[in-house]
């Protein structure tokens, strides 16, 4: 399998986490100086209020971008090992996470939420836990992944159809990735593929039987990777210019 990430994309975000941290605490700081003439009464407000949105937007990036391992780290290490017509694409395309393979295309939704979440149907919930309040802010919300993968294969779709209208009838699965290993999934009749990666091989190897003249055609496969290829071509030009 060929794993293509967007580095380029991944430190500039990373970058954005780190200053974006430290312009905020010091704006904090400013406002809080401010903060002890009256006369500044208004300067401290808004340096507080800017530095309080800086470094949650610092904290959010950072923990999405800057830590290890990365949504795009586990997903390439679950996967590794398939057949070596395989491409995973990371961040080059309307979704983040493509897999194109001999059993077909494939988006994957990575969540990093821990703890207890549960999902009944179309709603989705995550327990509040002490651990959670203190990092509520800077933490990554849970969302209704289910809606954010839907809304990434239509993009996607949209993608295909609008370079290579031949192949929008090609069928897609989605799943939605629990990448923490402390996860605790209660899944009740979900509207959508929930995993956890060591479930990933299998998924992608043996779909459900019903599925199984889904199978992509080799020169549909092909041209598929000629269209993401080109992506990644582009990306690549823009960041030598």
């Given at each position: 399998?060929?794993?293509?990430?967007?580095?380029?994309?991944?430190?500039?975000?990373?970058?954005?986490?780190?200053?974006?941290?430290?312009?905020?605490?010091?704006?904090?700081?400013?406002?809080?100086?401010?903060?002890?003439?009256?006369?500044?009464?208004?300067?401290?407000?808004?340096?507080?209020?800017?530095?309080?949105?800086?470094?949650?937007?610092?904290?959010?990036?950072?923990?999405?971008?800057?830590?290890?391992?990365?949504?795009?780290?586990?997903?390439?290490?679950?996967?590794?090992?398939?057949?070596?017509k395989s491409r995973l694409y990371h961040y080059y395309l309307?979704?983040?996470?493509?897999?194109?393979?001999?059993?077909?295309?494939?988006?994957?939704?990575?969540?990093?939420?821990g703890g207890k979440v549960s999902c009944e149907g179309a709603?989705?919930?995550?327990?509040?836990?002490?651990?959670?309040?203190l990092l509520f802010f800077g933490e990554e919300g849970l969302?209704?992944?289910?809606?954010?993968?839907?809304?990434?294969?239509?993009?996607?779709?949209?993608?295909?159809?609008?370079?290579?209208?031949?192949?929008?009838?090609?069928?897609?699965?989605?799943?939605?990735?629990?990448?923490?290993?402390?996860?605790?999934?209660?899944?009740?009749?979900?509207?959508?593929?929930?995993?956890?990666?060591?479930?990933?091989?299998?998924?992608?190897?043996?779909?459900?039987?019903?599925?199984?003249?889904?199978?992509?055609?080799?020169?549909?496969?092909?041209?598929?990777?000629?269209?993401?290829?080109?992506?990644?071509?582009?990306?690549?030009?823009?960041?030598?210019?």
């Amino acid at each position: 399998m060929e794993i293509f990430i967007n580095e380029r994309l991944v430190k500039r975000r990373a970058a954005l986490g780190k200053y974006g941290s430290l312009l905020g605490l010091a704006t904090l700081a400013g406002g809080l100086i401010a903060s002890f003439y009256p006369q500044l009464f208004y300067v401290s407000l808004g340096a507080l209020i800017l530095g309080f949105l800086l470094s949650q937007l610092g904290s959010y990036n950072l923990q999405r971008w800057g830590r290890k391992p990365r949504a795009d780290q586990v997903l390439s290490e679950a996967l590794k090992g398939l057949d070596r017509k395989s491409r995973l694409y990371h961040y080059y395309l309307p979704a983040a996470h493509v897999l194109v393979s001999p059993t077909g295309l494939f988006v994957f939704t990575v969540k990093p939420q821990g703890g207890k979440v549960s999902c009944e149907g179309a709603r989705w919930r995550q327990k509040l836990s002490f651990g959670r309040v203190l990092l509520f802010f800077g933490e990554e919300g849970l969302g209704n992944p289910a809606a954010e993968l839907q809304y990434e294969m239509k993009q996607l779709a949209k993608f295909i159809f609008d370079r290579r209208p031949d192949l929008a009838k090609l069928s897609m699965r989605g799943a939605v990735v629990f990448s923490n290993p402390r996860v605790e999934l209660n899944l009740q009749t979900p509207t959508v593929k929930v995993l956890q990666p060591k479930q990933l091989k299998a998924f992608v190897r043996g779909p459900e039987k019903a599925e199984n003249q889904k199978y992509m055609k080799p020169e549909e496969r092909e041209a598929l990777i000629e269209l993401f290829d080109e992506a990644v071509a582009k990306a690549s030009a823009n960041k030598k210019a």
